[in-house]
């Protein structure tokens, strides 16, 4: 079982930054390829970016691709997102996502992570 704590969301205006932590519990977190969704207000949850165990392969969603840039630390079981250059339209709850320990690729589509975070908030104002 692992479980997943995501801080560092909060207000910001557009064009400014922000870092989100995702902290995971367990033993096996360097065996877990981890990724970021976002669920915006009236929106479907949509994938945002995704790590691969050894943080060698990160697909980003086009949308956030050159302003975004997740990154892990297996040594800290904490993966990253951070978020350049936002938009209005980046407001969403951000979840911190888990694939099952012993899978290897970093997959885009929300049914192939086992676990997830209770998000956390990110508005940016215009």
């Known amino acids: 079982q692992v479980q997943l704590v995501e801080s560092g969301g909060g207000l910001v205006q557009a064009g400014g930054s922000l870092r989100l932590s995702c902290a995971a519990s367990?033993?096996?977190?360097?065996?877990?390829?981890m990724g970021w969704f976002r669920q915006g207000p009236g929106k479907e949850r949509e994938f945002v970016a995704a790590?691969?165990?050894?943080?060698?392969?990160?697909p980003y969603a086009d949308s956030v691709k050159g302003r975004f840039t997740i990154s892990r630390d297996n040594a800290k079981n904490t993966v990253y997102l951070q978020m350049n250059s936002l938009k209005f339209e980046d407001t969403a709850v951000y979840y911190c996502?888990?694939?099952?320990?012993?899978?290897?690729?970093?997959?885009?589509?929300?049914?192939?992570?086992?676990?997830w975070g209770q998000g956390t908030q990110v508005t940016v104002s215009s």
């Open positions: 790590v691969s165990r050894n943080g060698f392969v990160t």
């Open positions: 367990g033993r096996t977190f360097s065996r877990n390829p």
């Open positions: 996502a888990a694939r099952a320990s012993g899978t290897s690729q970093p997959m885009i589509g929300e049914n192939e992570y086992a676990y």
